[in-house]
């Protein structure tokens, strides 16, 4: 079964860091692009970060300069360091992976359940 799972979520004050983790599993042969995505309540999932396979990262402006994204090819996991927090980053944070697996030809897109991050001023 090919899963992503996220971990590294939790309550962190204004102007603090937690960093998230997710790891992919199952019959997964390349990853292709990671990108973390986040919900906060009434709003609509957006784009936090991305990495390609290849190590080009993209940002959302309003996490530039405090967000790193990175991956582990080698342990098929992807990485946000979060720095300087704030209040409206609280949201429901999303790993999402483009996976090669044995029985697909072409990459399929994965989510993983969610990791809530709670910010406080």
């Known amino acids: 079964q090919v899963q992503l799972v996220e971990s590294g979520g939790g309550l962190a004050q204004a102007g603090g860091s937690l960093t998230l983790s997710c790891v992919a599993s199952?019959?997964?042969?390349?990853?292709?692009?990671m990108r973390w995505y986040r919900q906060a309540p009434g709003k609509q999932r957006e784009l936090v970060a991305g990495i390609t396979s290849g190590g080009r990262t993209n940002y959302a402006d309003s996490v530039k300069g405090r967000f790193t994204i990175s991956r582990d090819n080698a342990k098929k996991m992807v990485y946000l360091q979060m720095n300087s927090l704030k209040p409206e980053d609280t949201a429901v944070y999303y790993c999402?992976?483009?996976?090669?697996?044995?029985?697909?030809?072409?990459?399929?897109?994965?989510w993983g359940q969610g990791t809530q991050v709670t910010v406080s001023s």
């Open positions: 199952g019959t997964i042969f390349r990853i292709g692009a």
């Open positions: 999402y992976a483009d996976l090669f697996t044995y029985s697909s030809g072409s990459p399929v897109g994965y």
